[in-house]
C-alpha cells in the first residue's frame, strides 16, 4: 500500500478520500508488518482506488509481489 501511494505520490489522506476508507484505518493498516490485515471490503476499496489511480498490482513470481504504474500517466 505505502509502495503504489509513493509511486501516485499520494497521502494517507489522499488514499482516505479515494477510497472512502477512514484515514485511522489507513494508518493502522499501514503501521502493520506483513500481509495487510482488515477486513476484505476495506482491502478492495483500497485496492480499487490505487487501481483507479493507476497503480497495476504485479503476482508473486519468485520475487515476491509488487506494483508499478499503468503506462501513460
Not at 499520494?10 to 489507513?26: C, F, I, K, N, Y
Not at 476495506?42 to 509481489?65: M, S, Y
Request: charged share 25%.
Amino acid at each position: 500500500m505505502k509502495a503504489a501511494r509513493a509511486l501516485l505520490g499520494w497521502s494517507q489522506e489522499d488514499l482516505a478520500r479515494e477510497s472512502g476508507v477512514s484515514l485511522p484505518t489507513l494508518k493502522r493498516l499501514e503501521a502493520q508488518d506483513g500481509i495487510v490485515g482488515g477486513r476484505v471490503s476495506t482491502g478492495d476499496r483500497i485496492a480499487a482506488a490505487l487501481a483507479h489511480g493507476g497503480v497495476i498490482f504485479i503476482d508473486e513470481n519468485g520475487e515476491g509481489p509488487g506494483v508499478r504504474l499503468r503506462k501513460g500517466l
